[in-house]
């Protein structure tokens, strides 16, 4: 059973345009959540993160909105560029003192149109 | 600053073989976890060492184990491979705070016949 679901397996965009990435959750254990973006041929590239005492947090072009009650996160891209298209994965961690082991979701296929 | 490099990158085994897959981590990181990747499955939790010492394990069978070394180098073993296990395996490494993101090498992908 899927802990971290991302529900739409592909998302296509015009370049300038917003991209919303949609990550669900069912542990309310959770309390640190990541993006990863992961190209073909590559391992997954850290882009952003964010702990469950906030509700936001941003990095440049890329916002992560966290939904506690919901159970629900997004990632946000503006504006959206074609160097962007690539495999985008939630992940999510309980605490757990130093120790981490992260739950992942199984990815959104991102492509950004020019 | 170098990343994470894992070898070798692709790897061809027949069943009931074994197999040694090795990472580097970035220079200073004492943390290195493993990850199996699999189209149906997304990436899986393997197990992770720190400073030599496993500190956290996913739900693998014991065909499955790893090691790390002083200079944090670590090395994953399979045994007994299956055809199930063809997969990508992903090395990860890290500072070992729950704050310190993961750093990824590119994998080294496994088919087994």
């Known amino acids: 059973d899927q802990q971290v679901k991302q529900n739409s397996p592909s998302l296509s965009v015009q370049e300038g345009r917003i991209s919303i990435l949609n990550c669900d959750y069912t542990?309310?254990?959770?309390?640190?959540f990541l993006w990863y973006k992961k190209y073909p041929a590559e391992g997954p590239t850290f882009l952003i993160s964010i702990s469950s005492i906030k509700d936001k947090n941003e990095d440049g072009r890329f916002t992560v909105f966290l939904n506690k009650s919901a159970k629900h996160l997004s990632l946000h891209i503006v504006p959206s560029q074609p160097g962007d298209s690539a495999v985008y994965f939630c992940a999510a961690s309980p605490y757990a003192g130093n120790n981490r082991k992260l739950i992942w979701g199984l990815g959104t296929s991102l492509a950004v149109n020019p | 600053k170098a990343g994470v490099t894992q070898t070798p990158r692709y790897l061809i085994k027949t069943r009931g073989q074994q197999v040694t897959l090795s990472c580097s981590p970035i220079s200073g990181h004492r943390s290195v976890s493993w990850y199996q990747q699999t189209p149906g499955q997304g990436l899986q939790f393997l197990f992770e060492?720190?400073?030599?010492?496993?500190?956290n394990k996913g739900n693998f069978p014991g065909r499955f184990s790893g090691r790390q070394f002083s200079n944090s180098r670590s090395e994953m073993n399979v045994s007994t491979l299956e055809l199930g296990d063809s997969a990508l395996y992903l090395c990860?490494?890290?500072?070992?705070?729950?704050?310190?993101?993961?750093?990824f090498g590119n994998g080294t992908r496994l088919t087994v016949t």
């Open positions: 990860a490494s890290s500072l070992g705070t729950v704050a310190s993101p993961l750093h």
């Open positions: 060492y720190f400073s030599e010492t496993q500190r």
């Open positions: 542990n309310s254990m959770f309390d640190y």
